[in-house]
C-alpha cells in the first residue's frame, strides 16, 4: 500500500479573525478538490509570537497575513517578492525548504486582487483617487492605482506629509478625487454602525466608491455613497482574487 501523503496546513495570521473569509473558502476549495490539506486561524497577541507558531505547526506550507501585521511580519521574512517589498507590506507568506533549511519569502496579493477587481470601472475621469487609511492595506491600494494611472492622496486621522485628515477634505479636493478607498476597518462587523467621516452630501454619480471590507455587504460607507449616486463596491471580489493569487504562489 502507498505511504498516504502527509496532510499539508495554511493559515492566516491576525489579532482578531472572527470576520475572516479566507478559512471557510480554503476549506471548502480542499474538500471539493480533495486537496489533502487544511486551513487554520492563528490568532497572534503579538507578531513576536510568530516564530512559537512556525516551531509548534512544521507542516505549514503557506500563511496569509492580516491586520495588524502586515508590515510588522517582514522583519521574519528571508526574501521579499520586488511587488512587496514596493508596497512595504506582505500578506502572502511563501514557504519555500523545511526544516533546518526553511526560508520564507514575503508577497502581496492584495495588489493583484485589488487592481484587477477595480480597473474594469476606472474611466477617463478617475485619474485621481482619496485613499482612506494608511496601514498595509492602504500601500497596496496606493500601489495598484498608481500603476493603474491614478494619482492618489491618502487620509488619516493624523496629519504628517504627503497625507491628510479627514477635516482637511474640501468640495475641491471631493471634486477633483473620483475615486474614493476605503483601506480602513470602519465599518466592518460587528461595528457595522461605524462609517470614514469624509462630506458624503458631496459625492455624485460620477465618484466611485470602494470599501475593502466584505462584512457586511454593503457598509455604512457604501450606503451613505450610494444616496448621492455614486457607483460603489465592496471588497468581496478583491478578497476572492488575491485567494486565487495565494493560492497560485503557494504552489507555483
Known amino acids: 500500500m502507498p505511504e498516504k501523503t502527509p496532510q499539508q496546513l495554511y493559515g492566516l495570521i491576525g489579532r482578531v479573525l472572527g470576520h475572516s473569509f ?3 473558502y480554503f476549506n471548502q476549495k480542499f474538500n471539493s478538490e480533495h486537496i489533502n490539506a487544511r486551513y487554520i486561524n492563528f490568532e497572534l497577541a503579538d507578531i513576536g509570537e510568530f516564530n512559537e507558531l512556525l516551531a509548534q ?3 505549514l506550507h503557506g500563511l496569509n497575513v492580516t491586520i495588524p501585521y502586515k508590515e510588522q511580519v517582514i522583519g521574519y521574512m528571508d526574501e521579499m517578492d520586488p ?8 500578506n502572502v507568506i511563501k514557504f519555500i525548504g523545511k526544516g533546518a533549511s526553511l526560508r520564507l519569502k514575503g508577497y502581496n496579493s492584495d495588489v ?3 487592481s484587477d477587481s477595480i480597473a474594469p470601472m476606472l474611466n477617463d475621469k478617475c485619474r485621481k483617487a482619496l485613499v482612506l487609511g494608511t496601514g498595509g ?3 497596496a491600494i496606493t500601489v495598484g492605482l498608481n500603476d493603474l494611472g491614478v494619482s492618489t492622496l ?3 486621522r493624523t496629519a504628517r506629509p504627503g497625507v491628510i485628515t479627514y477635516a482637511d477634505i474640501t468640495p475641491e479636493i471631493i471634486d477633483e478625487h473620483k475615486v474614493i478607498v476605503n483601506t480602513t476597518p470602519l465599518g466592518m462587523y460587528p461595528h457595522v454602525d461605524e462609517s470614514p467621516d469624509i462630506p458624503y452630501e458631496l459625492l455624485t454619480p460620477e465618484h466611485l466608491c470602494y470599501d475593502l471590507i466584505y462584512n457586511p455587504d454593503v457598509t455604512q460607507f457604501l450606503k451613505r455613497s ?4 455614486a457607483e460603489t463596491k465592496n471588497g468581496l471580489e478583491m478578497l476572492l482574487l488575491q485567494a486565487f493569487a495565494s493560492w497560485r504562489i503557494w504552489n507555483e
Open 22 to 24: 479566507s478559512q471557510d
Open 57 to 59: 505547526y512544521p507542516a
Open 83 to 90: 511587488v512587496a517589498s514596493r508596497i512595504g507590506a506582505v
Open 112 to 114: 493583484i486582487g485589488f
Open 137 to 139: 492595506a492602504a500601500k
Open 154 to 156: 491618502s487620509v488619516s
Open 226 to 229: 450610494a444616496e448621492f449616486g
